[in-house]
């Protein structure tokens, strides 16, 4: 993992994992980035119980979608919630949606 401090409009480096049970009740992992998982750990109340419910309602929705599909759908609700918490994405990143737009 680099130690240089995050840059403007950059990402840290890192992945956050999850463990949920899938439909079969096997142990299964969901991995987010891990800027992504920092916010939601700070603003949401059990973030492995919510991924769980996802997968699930995902599940029951498209229960012919593949692993992939269903974790990328997961990865993508979790980024769209994180980003609803921009001064909150500010504090862990030191930039937020704001200022990036402010720079176009």
């Known amino acids: 993992m680099n ?4 840059e403007f409009g950059e990402f840290p480096e890192g992945k956050t994992n999850y463990q949920i049970l899938n439909e079969l009740g096997e142990k299964t992992t969901i991995t987010l980035e891990k800027w992504v998982a920092d916010i939601l750990q700070v603003e949401l109340n059990d973030v492995h119980s919510r991924i769980q419910v996802l997968y699930n309602k995902i599940n029951e ?8 599909i269903k974790g990328n759908m997961i990865r993508e609700a979790a980024v769209r919630k994180a980003n609803e918490y921009q001064e909150t994405k500010k ?14």
């Open 61 to 68: 929705q498209h229960p012919n979608v593949g692993r992939k």
């Open 91 to 104: 504090k862990i990143l030191g930039w937020n949606d704001d200022e990036l737009f402010m720079a176009l």
């Open 3 to 6: 130690n240089h401090p995050i």
